[in-house]
């Protein structure tokens, strides 16, 4: 079986009064996927909000030290979204968590122990250490072009992930991302003005992922390989209805968590349902196994998000 996590670790919002410890992020990170996954399975891991630093002239990244945790066949990606040299906005980096740091960036991570798949267009081994994901993912904008001159969500830039890996002999592409959100929009009432705004800007983003979809598809095309199933996962900031989600439900089958109704959501505080996987497989190589919600973990300083985990077989 394969198992499919998309999980929202909250490193950007934790912000201890000490410094930021991405190190104990990623154990406490680990802790909760104990929970979730067998990591002697093959497994692949959505991570959004996850972090790297330089501090005291080491090296700390979260999904790295996870990685290591999970066992020595797991390797991670990470994409940053905000970093302290491109974006450097007091509002977030002169916080006390990062006073001490030389140097720090936020983002998406793809943690996995499958094994990796050439490119359609095939591979280039002198970058193959692009953002310390070796040459099996790569990452690129979503999002119009930003300084993050608010220093907070409203233009913080978001990015799209997209690894080459191999299940079982199946050749496939696991993308990771998360969408943007607006201070003050309505998570209740998707017809309040700010609620219609940041759904237009999600669903700018949602465009900009299809268009990258479509890159693919017509590589493996050009190289006269058979289409590949592509897995989609990550914080959407948007429910299952919504007008982005949609949108994604036209190309993607969309997984709906089995968990009972009172427990059938993602973010503590709204308790809305807005971290999701979706599978497109046209050539009906997958079957979904289930879909769940981890609801039994611990809500601290690590994250107001609960995982979703989807398992596939073979079809």
Same mark, same amino acid.
């Given at each position: 079986?394969?198992?499919?996590?998309?999980?929202?670790?909250?490193?950007?919002?934790?912000?201890?009064?000490?410094?930021?410890?991405?190190?104990?992020?990623?154990?406490?990170?680990?802790?909760?996927?104990?929970?979730?996954?067998?990591?002697?399975?093959?497994?692949?891991?959505?991570?959004?909000?996850?972090?790297?630093?330089?501090?005291?002239?080491?090296?700390?990244?979260?999904?790295?030290?996870?990685?290591?945790?999970?066992?020595?066949?797991?390797?991670?990606?990470?994409?940053?979204?905000?970093?302290?040299?491109?974006?450097?906005?007091?509002?977030?980096?002169?916080?006390?968590?990062?006073?001490?740091?030389?140097?720090?960036?936020?983002?998406?991570?793809?943690?996995?122990?499958?094994?990796?798949?050439?490119?359609?267009?095939?591979?280039?081994?002198?970058?193959?250490?692009?953002?310390?994901?070796?040459?099996?993912?790569?990452?690129?904008?979503?999002?119009?072009?930003?300084?993050?001159?608010?220093?907070?969500?409203?233009?913080?830039?978001?990015?799209?992930?997209?690894?080459?890996?191999?299940?079982?002999?199946?050749?496939?592409?696991?993308?990771?991302?998360?969408?943007?959100?607006?201070?003050?929009?309505?998570?209740?009432?998707?017809?309040?003005?700010?609620?219609?705004?940041?759904?237009?800007?999600?669903?700018?983003?949602?465009?900009?992922?299809?268009?990258?979809?479509?890159?693919?598809?017509?590589?493996?095309?050009?190289?006269?390989?058979?289409?590949?199933?592509?897995?989609?996962?990550?914080?959407?900031?948007?429910?299952?209805?919504?007008?982005?989600?949609?949108? *994604?439900?036209? %190309?993607?089958? &969309?997984?709906? #968590?089995?968990?009972?109704? =009172?427990?059938?959501?993602? +973010?503590? !505080?709204?308790?809305? *349902?807005?971290? %999701?996987?979706? &599978?497109?497989? #046209?050539?009906?190589?997958? =079957?979904?196994?289930?879909? +769940?919600? !981890?609801?039994?973990?611990?809500?601290?300083?690590?994250?107001?998000?609960? #995982?979703?985990?989807?398992?596939?077989?073979?079809?």
């Amino acid at each position: 079986m394969l198992q499919v996590v998309s999980f929202n670790i909250g490193g950007a919002r934790g912000m201890r009064p000490a410094p930021h410890d991405h190190e104990k992020l990623a154990v406490d990170a680990y802790s909760t996927l104990q929970q979730v996954i067998n990591p002697r399975q093959p497994t692949v891991i959505a991570l959004q909000e996850s972090g790297v630093a330089i501090h005291n002239q080491s090296h700390k990244s979260v999904s790295r030290k996870m990685a290591s945790l999970l066992g020595s066949d797991f390797v991670d990606a990470f994409a940053p979204e905000v970093t302290m040299c491109d974006h450097p906005h007091p509002n977030l980096w002169d916080r006390p968590a990062y006073r001490s740091m030389s140097g720090a960036a936020e983002g998406n991570a793809i943690i996995t122990n499958l094994p990796v798949e050439a490119w359609s267009w095939g591979s280039y081994p002198e970058y193959d250490n692009c953002a310390m994901s070796g040459s099996w993912a790569r990452h690129t904008t979503i999002s119009r072009a930003t300084l993050y001159s608010s220093g907070n969500r409203d233009t913080q830039p978001r990015n799209l992930m997209a690894a080459s890996l191999n299940y079982r002999g199946i050749p496939l592409y696991f993308l990771n991302t998360h969408l943007g959100v607006l201070i003050g929009e309505d998570r209740a009432d998707i017809t309040y003005e700010r609620s219609r705004t940041a759904s237009q800007m999600r669903q700018a983003q949602v465009s900009e992922i299809m268009y990258v979809v479509e890159e693919l598809k017509r590589a493996d095309r050009e190289n006269e390989s058979p289409e590949r199933p592509i897995l989609l996962a990550g914080d959407f900031n948007a429910q299952p209805a919504a007008p982005e989600m949609e949108m *994604l439900q036209r %190309h993607f089958r &969309l997984l709906k #968590p089995e968990n009972g109704r =009172e427990e059938l959501w993602t +973010h503590q !505080q709204h308790r809305v *349902l807005i971290d %999701h996987i979706l &599978l497109h497989d #046209p050539g009906e190589q997958f =079957e979904v196994i289930s879909c +769940h919600i !981890q609801s039994a973990i611990p809500f601290d300083d690590l994250t107001d998000h609960r #995982p979703t985990v989807g398992i596939f077989a073979r079809a």
